[in-house]
């Protein structure tokens, strides 16, 4: 019975097999043990198949949402790098402005330009700052998220 059963999982050797050819032969309780396993591995074969054909199904979702990921990803660095090069405009032209607002103001109201010079400081970093909180405000995870989200979502119709 253990040979048998091995022949069915892993095989055995060529000796394993002829003595087993020979015992079942001659031995009616390992016959019909063998008639059994037979049916059995029929059974578990067609649950194979089925179980395959599932394990194929997520998997080729888990590989298009993996792609949809790596896609938002993509794109979501190609924003950030779109902001980047906007804030760096941006921080130039109010740093102009302020230098040239603020050297009008000196003249006008006769001001200390120790007020003038920190505010072109501030005027210079703030709208890196507003696009910083932008980033931080939506963090990538939420994105990803709402991506699963989407493709579970899918999937639960599709069973459905
Ligand atoms: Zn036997």
Redesign the pocket.
């Known amino acids: 019975m253990d040979l048998l059963t091995r022949r069915e999982v892993e095989g055995v050797s060529d000796a394993d097999a002829r003595w087993l050819e020979s ?1 079942l032969a001659a ?1 009616e ?2 016959a019909s043990y063998e008639l059994a396993l037979s049916g059995a591995e029929r059974a578990m074969r067609s649950f194979t198949v089925m179980a395959s054909a599932s394990l194929v199904e997520s998997t080729r979702a888990r590989v298009h949402a993996r792609a949809a990921q790596l896609r938002e990803r993509e794109s979501r660095r190609f924003l950030i790098a779109i902001s980047f090069a906007m804030g760096v405009v941006f921080s130039t032209l109010s740093a102009w402005m302020w230098w040239k607002v603020g050297g009008w103001m000196v003249e006008r109201f006769s001001l200390p330009s120790l007020i003038v010079e920190p505010g072109l400081v501030i005027f210079w970093l703030l709208p890196a700052i507003f696009l910083g909180i932008l980033l931080v405000a939506f963090p990538d995870s939420k994105f990803e998220g709402s991506v699963m989200q989407l493709f579970i979502k899918d999937r639960q119709r599709g069973i459905q």
């Open positions: 015992h031995c309780e390992c």
